[in-house]
């Protein structure tokens, strides 16, 4: 099929290097990293360019991004694809236990519970994901995180498994 220029959308995506940026965040205790990525002082992760996500809240426990998404970022059936969404969460989950850690320690996803309750579509505006901690030890925690639409209404929510480790 060829390009229509009428129809043709295009984004461009710039990030930082995320080597030196990591390196020092994962020096600090993990409620200092996360605000310093969200004040701009230390670059957000790639991912957050490729999927526009920006990280707006962090505190002890808790952890707030939002999103705008856009056609780019649409499933076959004209609506923003789940994956999205479920990146959304887990990142407002991880990012929520990853403010309860000590210097010296990481997290990884163990696993992840999504429940989708509405479509979300670009004209769905503003998408904010808030993650929060159910509970943080010293080898697993528990999260939950809620998605809602530029309306307030709520599209998805998830609960997350997270494993906690030595860096």
């Not at 697993?140 to 997270?162: M, N």
Request: glycine share 10%; proline share 6%; aromatic share 6%.
């Amino acid at each position: 099929m060829t390009e229509d220029p009428t129809t043709s959308r295009n984004r461009t995506i710039t990030w930082q290097d995320p080597g030196p940026g990591t390196l020092q965040g994962l020096s600090m205790p993990g409620i200092d990293y996360m605000q310093a990525v969200m004040k701009g002082e230390l670059p957000a992760p790639p991912i957050a360019a490729t999927m526009q996500f920006e990280l707006v809240e962090a505190e002890i426990g808790r952890a707030v991004f939002t999103c705008t998404p856009d056609e780019s970022v649409y499933n076959p059936i004209g609506a923003v694809h789940g994956g999205l969404v479920c990146t959304l969460l887990d990142s407002a989950a991880g990012c929520a236990l990853h403010t309860t850690l000590p210097q010296g320690k990481g997290y990884t996803s163990v696993e992840i519970k999504v429940s989708y309750l509405k479509a979300v579509r670009a004209s769905s505006g503003l998408l904010t994901a808030t993650g929060t901690v159910v509970k943080a030890g010293s080898r697993v925690g528990f999260t939950e995180a809620t998605v809602t639409d530029g309306s307030g209404a709520l599209v998805a929510t998830a609960s997350s498994t997270l494993l906690v480790f030595d860096l």
